[in-house]
Nanobody, 127 residues
Framework: VQLQASGGGLVQAGGSLRLSCAAS????????IGWFRQAPGKEREGVSC????????YTADHLKGRFTISRDNAKPTVYLQMNSLKPEDTAVYYC?????????????????????WGQGTQVTVSS
């Protein structure tokens, strides 16, 4: 599975961004896809993920209400809509994929065992 992330940028606090992760490869419609982020000087953290069918999602508790993940399996592409952005959301956001069970487990931690990674996309929120 290959992952191509896009959509990062510079935004003012309170603004919105939508990240996209386009998956390709023979198993791209059979994996969960999600996002991790890493801020300077901090550990990587799981943000959100969606199952291969799109039926199950997970978003970190402290991001619920502001971040929403969705999936278009026709492509397949996963979107992370980020609203009411805060300076503390500034980080490199990484797209990731793995089997349903594996990613839904990994996203609750550091993601060290995640099988597939895309390149990072920088999100910078100015105050």
């Amino acid at each position: 599975v290959q992952l191509q992330a896009s959509g990062g940028g510079l935004v003012q606090a309170g603004g919105s961004l939508r990240l996209s992760c386009a998956a390709s490869g023979s198993d791209s419609d059979r994996v969960s896809i999600g996002w991790f982020r890493q801020a300077p000087g901090k550990e990587r953290e799981g943000v959100s993920c969606v199952s291969s069918s799109g039926a199950h999602t997970y978003t970190a508790d402290h991001l619920k209400g502001r971040f929403t993940i969705s999936r278009d399996n026709a492509k397949p592409t996963v979107y992370l809509q980020m609203n009411s952005l805060k300076p503390e959301d500034t980080a490199v956001y990484y797209c990731a994929a793995d089997s349903d069970f594996a990613l839904l487990t990994s996203v609750r931690g550091l993601g060290n065992s995640v099988r597939y990674w895309g390149q990072g996309t920088q999100v910078t929120v100015s105050s």
